[in-house]
């Protein structure tokens, strides 16, 4: 029969090109997956390094209470505050990380939903 003989051509053909459409696109989410990693553990490492040193805050702070306890209960507590001040230009710097990190963790999961 003439229609059999088409739809079982159809299918052979049809079934070979959605195994390779389906093995590139596997192959394209894994590079994803791989990108998406690599880029989320390149700016997590450049939002470490932004933090201010915590070091010199906890010395500012802990200078300010040997302060109060030296000078007893007249001391004025009010002023206890860290000392770190962001520029303009650091808090934008530090958002834009955040939302390339967002964005970058966003891309991973649509990726792992997509392979599964």
């Known amino acids: 029969d003439v229609k ?5 051509t159809y299918k052979k ?8 459409f389906l093995a590139r696109a596997h192959g394209d989410i894994g590079i ?11 700016i997590s490492t450049f939002i470490g390094g932004m933090q201010p040193d915590s070091g010199n ?27 770190t001040r962001y520029s303009t230009s650091t808090i934008w710097a530090q958002a834009l990380a955040y939302i390339g990190l967002a964005l970058s963790i966003l891309a991973a999961f649509g990726a792992v939903v997509v392979k599964q």
Request: proline share 0%; glycine share 8%.
């Open 32 to 42: 994803i997956l791989t990108f998406a990693g690599l880029l989320s553990a390149t």
């Open 4 to 8: 059999s003989k088409f739809w079982a």
């Open 57 to 83: 805050t906890t010395n500012i702070l802990l200078m300010q209470l040997i302060q109060i306890s030296v000078n007893g209960s007249s001391a004025n507590i009010g002023n206890l505050s860290s000392t």
């Open 13 to 20: 053909v049809s079934d070979g090109y959605d195994d390779d």
